[in-house]
């Protein structure tokens, strides 16, 4: 019989020991996950309702539900790679002029300072450095509370390194592949069409999308069902539809790190593939 002096010292360490194997089965093997390019467009699709959040809650009832999730979002540049490492990222509205309420929503996912520390450990090509000090941005939250709007799945962001080449983001997510068989959805946010300065701003809530923008998305697409990812990665030598669709890079990377985690021969299907504003796409891609 324990004696009573120890018992209580006993059953603590006991239920964390029990935590800490649940932690770390909740990384173990598992069946592979897909992977998702979500085109996130303008911040107000986090509290609008409309086809494009309509795609994202559907799109999450077709895929098993992770065990957490590892974001790639165009909102997030850095020198060097970050991952957050915090138990409670906090919700960052990172964005102006738009409604009270949207700077009101809150999207309270834990942290996995376990997952940070895995995603570290996988990747090679260059020291992934463990950050205290971002959390969630828009282009992860204002999507990823449509396909779990009950923030209970743990969340962390990876940062896109500004100074790097395409060819390096493509190569750099092919490190990651081991955390699909591991419960972890890997999600990168962006829009493989996106001008904000070329917007048309009498058509903001249309289905629009000027003829160098469809003709941008289309070879895209074309591009994608096709494998061709070489094509994709030297999206500097496709044209002025091209340069106009992606004059800056950093919604178009997150596509790249989801197309560097395709395995050979691994199907795929788009979704939400409209144009909207003249100058954005929120064409959607799903691997797996």
């Known amino acids: ?104 929503v809150q999207y309270p996912a834990p942290g996995s300072p376990d997952l940070a520390r895995e995603t570290q450990g996988l990747i090679t090509k260059t020291n992934v450095e463990m950050d205290d000090k971002w959390g969630l941005d828009h282009g992860a939250w204002s999507v990823i509370k449509h396909l779990y709007p009950n923030a209970d799945i743990p969340v962390v962001q990876m940062s896109l390194d500004h100074y790097q080449t395409p060819q390096y983001h493509y190569e750099l997510a092919a490190e990651l592949k081991s955390l699909r068989e591991k419960g972890v959805l890997i999600i990168g946010s962006g829009n493989m069409v996106h001008n904000l300065r070329m917007l048309a701003w009498g058509k903001m809530n249309e289905n629009y999308g000027f003829d160098w923008a469809i003709e941008a998305n289309e070879t895209m697409k074309n591009f994608i069902h096709s494998g061709d990812h070489r094509s994709l990665i030297n999206f500097r030598s496709q044209g002025k539809a091209f340069d106009l669709a992606i004059p800056t890079p950093e919604h178009y990377l997150p596509l790249l790190y989801t197309l560097g985690l395709q395995e050979k021969g691994e199907e795929l299907s788009l979704f939400n593939d409209q144009a909207v504003a003249g100058s954005l796409t929120m064409t959607s891609v799903k691997v797996g």
């Open 1 to 104: 019989m324990v004696p009573l002096a120890i018992a209580g010292p006993l059953a603590i360490s006991t239920m964390k020991l029990k935590e800490l194997n649940k932690m770390t089965d909740s990384l173990g093997k598992t069946q592979k996950m897909p992977v998702l390019f979500l085109g996130h467009g303008s911040p107000m699709n986090g509290i609008e309702e409309n086809e494009f959040v309509a795609g994202f809650r559907n799109i999450a009832k077709e895929i098993p539900k992770p065990n957490a999730i590892l974001c790639i979002s165009a909102h997030w540049e850095t020198k060097g790679t970050l991952v957050t490492a915090m138990q409670h990222p906090p919700t960052i509205h990172d964005f102006g002029g738009f409604p009270q309420a949207l700077f009101d």
